[in-house]
């Protein structure tokens, strides 16, 4: 058995920063940021939480596929930025939701950490531990940016996305995944909550080296993504989408060309959210999947790469 994608929801704040906002934050122009990153706008939550996003995405993706809460008996959230850390968010969104069959815990691979939730689902309904899992990505990275570091704060959004997948007879889609802990300073954000926490001055706010990360990225995606699909002896003219953590244009074009792959099978939508860490792969998902882009029998790859440093992908049928 394995899970297939049966619906998808996502939510976004309603409040949004375009880069002439920032402009008058920090010293940076709609210019350098449209040029270096892609980036238009992004979302930031004002009444909204990391929880009350992930509910409304959850309930989109049961409504869309047509799955009642209680049959949810796995809820995964991916995120490093809840409001709450007891309970989990899971449980608080089960709560919320009613999905009072379903076994719930957090999940912290950073961006990477969709991808980390589609492979654990995918081996609890394997295992034949549960039949329908409920997974969601949901982050309000606006909390924890520095708003006066312009080499971070303009990189990123808020949103969530979420996936239900119900087993089906067949074999368990190909996932791999890779860490680097040994190259984790790169991207880091230590708690505001530790007594020993080291110098502590930045805690509780993204610190990252973004040339660094940018290259592990360029390097790595494509590396996974040849891997992934020798593995799965699939072409990359098989491929109808890759569809990739939206951190940056440039990374995405990157990717494209290493592999020698058609852009055109790239798509994006960093313009509007910017990088919104483990909900950007579920909410791009969710909005190919409603304006009819995916469509039933296309392959679509997934890849992710982040905080870690993590980089995984994913390949499944539509
Ligand atoms: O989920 C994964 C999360 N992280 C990422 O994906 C980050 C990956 N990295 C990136 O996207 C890019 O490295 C950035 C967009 C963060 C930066 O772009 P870059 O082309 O690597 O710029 P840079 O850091 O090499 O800086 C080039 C120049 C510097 O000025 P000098 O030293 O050449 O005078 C920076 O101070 O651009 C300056 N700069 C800015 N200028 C205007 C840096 N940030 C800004 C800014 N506006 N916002």
Redo the contacts with the bound molecule.
């Keep these: 058995m394995y899970g297939k994608i049966c619906g998808t929801g996502s939510c976004v704040p309603k409040h949004v920063l375009d880069n002439e906002d920032l402009s008058r934050m920090v010293?940076?122009?709609d210019a350098?940021?449209q040029e270096?990153?892609g980036v238009a706008r992004r979302h930031i939550i004002e009444d909204e939480t990391t929880v009350s996003m992930a509910v409304e995405a959850a309930q989109r993706a049961l409504e869309n596929g047509n799955v009642r809460a209680e049959e949810v008996e796995l809820l995964i959230v991916s995120t490093f930025t809840s409001e709450i850390l007891l309970p989990c968010a899971a449980c608080e969104v089960q709560k919320r939701l009613g999905a009072v069959n379903a076994a719930c815990f957090d999940l912290n691979a950073a961006?990477t950490g969709f991808l980390a939730a589609y492979q654990t689902a995918q081996a609890y309904i394997a295992a034949g531990s549960c039949r329908t899992v409920l997974l969601i990505g949901s982050e309000s990275l606006s909390n924890m940016v520095d708003w006066k570091d312009?080499?971070t704060c303009?990189?990123f959004g808020d949103g969530a996305g979420a996936a239900v997948l119900r087993a089906e007879p067949g074999e368990v889609p190909l996932t791999v995944m890779h860490s680097d802990g040994g190259a984790g300073g790169a991207?880091t954000l230590q708690s505001r909550h530790q007594k020993n926490r080291g110098s502590g001055l930045d805690a509780g706010y993204i610190q990252?080296n973004?040339?660094e990360?940018?290259q592990f990225?360029v390097k790595r995606v494509p590396e996974v993504i040849q891997e992934l699909l020798e593995a799965g002896q699939v072409t990359l003219r098989q491929v109808d989408y890759f569809i990739l953590?939206q951190?940056?244009k440039r990374?995405v074009e990157s990717v494209a060309k290493r592999l020698g792959a058609d852009i055109e099978k790239f798509p994006m939508n960093l313009q509007e959210y910017g990088?919104t860490?483990s909900a950007s792969i579920p909410i791009l998902l969710d909005e190919m999947n409603r304006d009819g882009r995916l469509k039933q029998g296309q392959t679509i790859v997934l890849a992710g790469?982040?905080a870690g440093l993590s980089w995984g992908a994913a390949v499944l049928k539509w």
Excluded: E, P, Q, Y
């Design positions: 010293d940076t122009s350098w940021i270096r990153t961006c312009r080499g303009i990189l991207l990252m973004g040339r990360v940018f990225a953590h951190a940056n990374i990088n860490s790469f982040g």
